[in-house]
């Protein structure tokens, strides 16, 4: 999955612009919801985190936070819930057909 390209103007952290990056990753302002959903995953990496499951949910849960990025939000829900359902089918098997 790609990171979307979002218009990004300065953070209110003043510390640089408000990317998915700096905010999932860098900003200040954010570091006790970093803490709890980013730190975890034990990666640094935001392509790694918005590529896995569980990266993914924190992301969401992050940026539902922020209250930020709500396009980014609408990519990572559309990616998420598209996984969710492959599995869900993988798991139950196929049904039997119905005409
Ligand atoms: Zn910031």
Redesign the pocket.
Known sequence: MRVPEVTSPD??????A?TVE??LM?????SAEREEVITPLRTTSVKEILTSKAGGRAAIKMIQRTKILDQFKAVVEQEEGRTAEDREEEEEGPEEEIE
């Open positions: 953070c209110e952290c003043s510390e640089g408000m700096h905010v860098k900003c200040s302002k954010w």
